[in-house]
């Protein structure tokens, strides 16, 4: 599995264990009194949620994402609903990433790193 692909369901497993904590759990515990709820859903979020954290690490290493994107993804998951928008930013990069490798221009997946860009660059330049 991608790293891309892992992070998208990860994040979408994790925002939706986040919203069922916010808006089951939590009610069950304040309007019921049972706090086991929020119990048992918060260690289910804060496993998914150290499983974000990880393949968040992941996909930004292998697709040299600056720190400034890494942190919007994580800041992403702090907001309710937040992994779905981070979701549909995801989609359209790794269907972007397809379209390049289905037309041979782009041989691996991921993006080049700063370093391999500048080989690139330095050896395609045109030589009087």
Sequence with gaps: MSALRQLRLIAFLEGLSFLGLLFVA???KYLLGQPLAVRVAG???GLLFLLFVSSLFRAAA??????RRSLAAFGASLV???NFVLDRMLKREE??????????????NH???SGEQ???DSS???RP
């Design 26 to 28: 939590m009610p069950v």
């Design 43 to 45: 260690s289910v979020h």
């Design 62 to 67: 292998e697709h040299g994402w600056p720190a």
């Design 80 to 82: 309710p609903f937040g």
């Design 95 to 108: 269907d972007g990433i397809r379209e390049l490798q289905e037309q041979d221009m782009c041989p691996t």
């Design 111 to 113: 993006y080049p790193s």
């Design 118 to 120: 500048r080989r690139f």
């Design 124 to 126: 395609h330049r045109s």
